[in-house]
């Protein structure tokens, strides 16, 4: 069984930042693809971002600019930086790993994030 675990969510004014951390079991370079997707109250599921074992990513359009997501030194870490962080996006945020892209195999529990002053 894959264990996925996010951290580092919390309460956030706007334009503040928080940075997100995802552990999988073993190397994150195990898995083809690692994402994170967000999920609002009464919104459809997003995909948000995602790293490949090639180290190319993807940033949804309304992120861009503001989210990055990298790997950790050791590589045993996913990160998602979340500058200018805006009220729309207050979520709950799930970290992803699988063999395809978007990655949708192993979900971890999510963390929430919300932006309020």
């Known amino acids: 069984q894959v264990h996925v675990v996010e951290s580092g969510g919390g309460l956030a004014q706007p334009g503040g930042s928080l940075r997100l951390s995802c552990t999988l079991s073993?190397?994150?370079?195990?898995?083809?693809?690692i994402g994170w997707f967000r999920q609002a109250p009464g919104k459809e599921r997003e995909f948000v971002a995602s790293?490949?074992?090639?180290?190319?990513?993807y940033l949804v359009e309304s992120v861009k600019g503001r989210f990055t997501i990298s790997y950790s030194g050791d590589k045993n870490t996913v990160y998602l930086q979340m500058n200018s962080l805006k009220p729309e996006d207050t979520a709950v945020y799930y970290c992803?790993?699988?063999?395809?892209?978007?990655?949708?195999?192993?979900w971890g529990q999510g963390t929430q994030v919300t932006v309020s002053s």
């Open positions: 992803t790993g699988g063999s395809t892209w978007p990655p949708q195999t192993h």
């Open positions: 073993g190397s994150v370079l195990n898995y083809y693809s």
């Open positions: 790293i490949r074992k090639s180290g190319s990513t």
